[in-house]
């Protein structure tokens, strides 16, 4: 969980510049208090009554009249200090603000890049991308507040509360004691605020999702004719949003506003009364009482702003501590695959070691139990199983997104955990049932793993992939957009263009991963055509539900319950009589059945 320090320390790496400028700035919001002091001491030149001490005796000094002392105090408080204010407070503060968005921008990156995988299986990807940015702006925005008003300003009341009580000790703690109780008052109410805006913001994440959700699968919304509802989901929410925003939060905030008003109109004019008195009665001059009443109402003039400045900082405080919730997240690699040091870079053979190979994502829900395998260089070999069975698991240890809980993974006779990550998987390529593709041309989709290719390298891919064939079919070529999550592509030619990415380049060793599973049959016969004309040039691993697309394969490793349970090559196994050939007689009446499928016809 984070806290009030966190939100504190986000501004640690400018705190010298943070003290300096607010420190320059809390002596020229003192200055400025020369001009009512003054002001008072001018009153009683004028009306011929003696001034202060410390005037007289800095005139005997100057050498001068009174009023030119003054005078000459009054411009060296406003007009000599006009033009350095802006640099010391406004530029000093923003450009504070403004460099520490920016690390915090490329420190929230930098997580994203090393959460685990998981992660981002259970959070949506809209309510992440909204919590760092609110809360990066919020931080952005609140730090001027605080550092240019808050806290000079606050100097600028202890210095007035010095003054006063140089010049009264009665009204001096009178007006200490009510600002006291005003403060006290002000954070016990915000505090309620706070808890209640905590809870409103992880509901804004919520919707903020839903409404992500919505514009990702708005065809399958139309497709079922759900419109009506989903609005109706929507609108409900934010009538709930604006009941709370409205009723609780801003009234909330409007009364503590009331309250706060009305006790300072009572307590100016209660030390208005209470000068006035002491003028009538010659306890102080006219000059004192001016002085009295104007920096009176100076620092009750600024308790306002000192209010607003902690009501902001309330109403965006929970959005910046989501935010660094999200930076507390544990990371897979803390950071090593984003190390600046150069990235060794390996070749490898392609020869694959499964050792006692042990793994659950709970403990005691062991998904792998001691999976045993030899994968030789340029070999094929396919994984076939239910969904669940562990295939798509040994895939995810392969690439590291996860290590072992026993046993290890042997590289050309080299334990996979002993090796740079970054340089490891630069070796590795892999094609997913769904590619993620960016909302950019075909040709930066296709370079992405290696932008320095060259035009031949791409074209060369591109044929074995058979993206040429559908190249040619687009309005610019390489230069085409394909669109957020390639939504201009087809999903066989989505597809094809994985593998050209992945062959580009130019792997180790290759996985497919379902790459197949969601095609229609001319969409699966065009990428089986295009895997074939990978096999053999580097070591292939492919997971599949359909038995079509592995007969082809070197070596088929059938999987049960994370265990291997048979082994050999299309014919092999078809001779042994045992599970593949069982669920091979069932797909023979129907190709496209996939082995979940199977399998459960198998079980009845």
């Given amino acids: 969980m984070s806290s009030f320090k966190d939100i504190v320390l986000y501004f640690k790496p400018y705190f010298r510049t943070t003290f300096f400028s607010v420190g320059a700035v809390s002596i020229l919001e003192v200055l400025e208090l020369a001009v009512p002091y003054a002001t008072g001491q001018i009153v009683n030149v004028l ?7 410390v005037v007289a005796s800095l005139t005997a000094i100057v050498g001068g009249n009174s009023l030119v002392v003054l005078l000459g105090a009054v411009a060296l408080a406003t007009v000599l200090t006009a033009p350095i204010q802006p640099w010391l407070g406004d530029w000093f503060h923003w450009d504070t603000a403004f460099r520490a968005r920016r690390d915090h921008f490329n420190q929230a990156h930098r997580q994203i890049l090393t959460l685990p995988l998981d992660y981002f299986d259970q959070n949506n990807a809209g309510r992440l991308a909204g919590r760092i940015i609110r809360g990066i702006d919020n931080h952005t925005f609140t730090f001027p507040d605080i550092a240019g008003i808050f806290l000079p300003k606050l100097v600028r009341i202890l210095a007035i509360f010095g003054l006063m009580l140089w010049l009264d000790e009665g009204i001096a703690l009178a007006f200490l004691l009510s600002f006291v109780l005003l403060c006290v008052y002000s954070f016990l109410a915000i505090r309620q605020l706070i808890k209640v805006d905590e809870r409103l ?3 804004f994440e919520r919707t903020e999702s839903r409404t992500s959700e919505l514009i990702t699968n708005i065809k399958t919304v139309r ?3 759900k419109e009506e509802e989903e609005f109706t989901r929507q609108t409900n ?3 709930r949003e604006f009941m709370v925003l409205d009723y609780r939060l801003h009234k909330g905030y409007v009364v503590l506003a009331m309250v706060r008003r009305i006790c300072v109109a009572l307590c100016v004019f209660g030390i208005l009364s209470w000068s006035l008195w002491q003028v009538l009665q010659g306890q102080i001059s006219v000059g004192h009482f001016i002085t009295l009443l104007t920096i009176t109402s100076i620092a009750y003039a600024e308790v306002s702003p000192l209010g607003e400045v902690v009501e902001i900082f309330g109403r965006r405080y929970a959005s910046m501590s989501r935010f660094h919730e999200f ?5 897979l690699t803390d950071g090593a695959v984003l190390a600046p040091q150069p990235r060794p870079e390996y070749r490898f053979q392609g020869k694959v070691q499964l050792q006692d190979l042990h793994f659950g994502y709970n403990v005691d829900r062991p998904v792998l139990k001691g999976i045993n395998l030899t994968i030789q260089p340029r070999q094929t070999v396919a994984l076939v199983g239910r969904s669940g069975s562990g295939k798509s698991t040994l895939v995810k240890l392969l690439l590291r997104y996860f290590e072992p809980n026993q046993g290890r993974i042997l590289l050309d006779d080299q334990d ?3 090796l740079d990550v970054r340089g490891y998987r630069r070796r590795l390529a892999i094609v997913h049932q769904d590619v993620d593709l960016f909302n950019g041309t075909l040709w930066e989709n296709l370079t992405y793993g290696k932008p ?3 035009p031949a390298e791409v074209d060369r891919a591109c044929a074995m992939a058979r993206v040429d064939e559908f190249l040619r079919l687009l309005p610019e070529g390489y230069q085409t ?4 999550r390639g939504v201009r592509l087809s999903g066989g030619q989505k597809q094809r263009l994985g593998i050209a990415r992945a062959l580009l380049c130019d792997p180790d060793l290759l996985i497919f991963d379902e790459a197949t599973s969601s095609l229609d049959y001319e969409s699966e016969r065009a990428i089986q055509l295009a895997m074939q004309n990978i096999l053999g040039t580097c070591t292939t691993v492919i997971i599949a539900h359909r038995l079509s697309t592995v007969r082809d394969a070197d070596v088929i490793v059938v999987f049960e319950e994370g265990e291997i349970v048979e082994m050999g090559n299309h014919s092999q196994l078809l001779a042994q009589g045992g599970i593949y050939a069982r669920l091979h007689r069932l797909q023979s009446e129907d190709e496209h059945t996939d082995t979940d499928t199977l399998f459960a016809q198998q079980r009845h």
């Fill in 327 to 331: 930076l507390q997240e544990p990371v």
């Fill in 201 to 203: 913001d992880e509901y």
């Fill in 223 to 225: 497709a079922f004719a």
């Fill in 416 to 418: 996979i955990r002993e």
């Fill in 237 to 239: 929410r934010a009538d």
């Fill in 481 to 484: 957009v394909v669109g957020e």
């Fill in 47 to 53: 009306a011929d009554v003696p001034v202060d001490p």
């Fill in 452 to 454: 320095t290719a060259t």
